[in-house]
């Protein structure tokens, strides 16, 4: 579906019966072109230590507020262990930054793990940040097949004005690393923050059109949500209110759906911290993945990259709806890769 940039830009700020019949639309777009099913991942938040200090997070390594941790092996294996019970049919591991080659080699291992215990059936999604290719390319061969690596901003000015200006947090970098996975041969997702301090309309219109030049298979985005223990929280003043960075989400949600009709989008936890239905409405709007939190409960208060970040797990699906058992690949990867 054709939208120009001045469309994205006025569709962006819908409200009222124009946001709803948009949304609608997007909804209507998802069942034809990927179906009714909503999948589910279960989500593993394997480590809170990270050696960035990007200034919207609140595990940036120089906070010196947030207790670290890492999970054991076996955590992870029980973990994963649930969703297979519960019939998930992926589960996701996310975590702080890290690069080593011991990291290298525990992931590797887990992967293997994972795959062992569920026959090959999970699926597996890492989102674990900038690495090497080779490393990309290890865990790849390990069985992992999906990477959400967040552009967080496609322009490079508001990129620089969300990380510190240093060797570790280069937007050029970011953006080799997500045409390494997309070398090595993942599905690739990606996905923004929506309501930056200094962001615009106009901007997001454009990350809209970066996901589509990139060709991305999975989208993860939702709000932006000021932490207090962060450089970026003296800019709050600047901030969009809540509702109106929920109801562009929203937007941003359907405008991709409309975009990019066969990719997978997810109904993030952010959609939730402000508004307990959000991923729900976000269901409706032309998402059709959700993670569920599957982080041992001592843990999950420690692996907070926003405040108010909710507890309730489960989405408020229709039984029938939900794909129990299915991995729901990536239509959109499916077919771009048809005769590869
Ligand atoms: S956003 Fe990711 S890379 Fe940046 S500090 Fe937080 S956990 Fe680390």
């Given at each position: ?204 219109a454009d990350d809209l059109l970066f996901m589509r030049q990139q060709d991305i ?13 962060t450089p970026l929280y003296t800019r709050r003043a600047e901030l969009w209110l ?99």
């Amino acid at each position: 579906m054709e939208l120009t940039r001045q469309e994205l830009i006025r569709l962006l700020n819908a409200e009222g019966s124009e946001a709803e019949a948009l949304r609608a639309r997007a909804d209507g777009c998802r069942r034809q072109w990927v179906g009714n099913k909503v999948y589910l991942r279960g989500l593993i938040e394997y480590s809170n230590v990270c050696r960035k200090n990007c200034l919207y997070c609140g595990i940036r390594k120089e906070n010196t507020a947030v207790v670290r941790y890492t999970l054991s092996e076996d955590e992870v294996v029980a973990a994963t262990r649930t969703a297979w019970r519960e019939g998930y049919g992926s589960v996701v591991l996310q975590g702080g930054e890290s690069v080593s080659p011991a990291h290298t080699a525990t992931i590797e291992g887990l992967i293997r793990r994972i795959n062992t215990l569920s026959a090959g059936e999970l699926g597996i999604t890492l989102s674990l940040g900038e690495q090497t290719e080779e490393t990309y390319r290890r865990w790849f061969e390990a069985g992992a097949h999906r990477y959400l690596l967040r552009i967080e901003s496609s322009g490079e000015g508001l990129y620089r004005s969300i990380h510190p200006a240093d060797a570790l947090h280069r937007y050029d970098s970011r953006r080799e690393a997500l045409r390494a996975l997309r070398r090595v041969g993942y599905q690739v997702g990606t996905g923004v923050m929506i309501g930056l301090p200094g962001q615009t309309l106009e901007n997001l219109a454009d990350d809209l059109l970066f996901m589509r030049q990139q060709d991305i298979d999975m989208c993860g985005m939702g709000p932006y949500l000021e932490h207090a223990q962060t450089p970026l929280y003296t800019r709050r003043a600047e901030l969009w209110l809540p509702e109106k960075r929920l109801a562009v989400a929203l937007n941003m949600v359907a405008l991709l759906r409309i975009l990019m009709p066969q990719i997978n989008i997810a109904a993030t936890t952010a959609l939730q911290a402000i508004d307990p239905a959000g991923r729900e409405k976000a269901l409706r709007a032309g998402a059709n993945v959700v993670m569920p939190n599957l982080t041992p409960a001592r843990y999950k208060a420690d692996y907070k990259l926003y405040e108010n970040k909710p507890v309730t797990e489960w989405p408020d699906i229709p039984e029938g709806e939900i794909g129990y058992g299915c991995r729901g690949d990536s239509v959109h990867f499916q077919q771009r890769t048809v005769g590869k």
